[in-house]
Nanobody, 129 residues
Framework: QVQLAESGGGSVQAGGSVTLSCATS??????????MAWFRQAPGKEREAVAG???????FYADSVKGQFAIHKDNVKNTLTLQMDSLMPGDTAMYYC?????????????????????WGQGTQVTVSS
């Protein structure tokens, strides 16, 4: 089982930026074969895909974050990051990192939460107005 650990969450004013990181373990030798994604879940709402990058390097961004968030997978450092700019209160949520091998998605095709077997504990991002 792959262990994932998110970090970088916190409280920020509207218009601010946050960078989330997802550290991995047990994937040192085949990190590049993993597809990874960021999901978020706000209170009372369903978990939604925010951004993802499959093992081929194809990226996905939810329409609500295009041009605002940027996902990066570092196959040397075995980390996944999510740069979030111009944050708004509507971005307030628990953000989760997910990983699994061989999943294909990207462009207009979102990553599907149910297909990921490996999840982090989540990191809270709170944006105040």
């Amino acid at each position: 089982q792959v262990q994932l650990a998110e970090s970088g969450g916190g409280s920020v004013q509207a218009g601010g930026s946050v960078t989330l990181s997802c550290a991995t373990s047990a994937m040192t030798h085949n990190f590049d074969s993993y597809s990874m994604a960021w999901f978020r879940q706000a209170p009372g709402k369903e978990r939604e895909a925010v951004a993802g990058i499959d093992y081929g390097g194809t990226t996905f961004y939810a329409d609500s974050v295009k041009g605002q968030f940027a996902i990066h997978k570092d196959n040397v450092k075995n980390t996944l990051t999510l740069q979030m700019d111009s944050l708004m209160p509507g971005d307030t949520a628990m953000y989760y990192c997910a990983a699994d091998r061989g999943l294909r998605f990207g462009g207009e095709v979102p990553p599907v939460a149910a297909l990921f077997d490996n999840w982090g504990q989540g990191t809270q991002v709170t944006v105040s107005s």
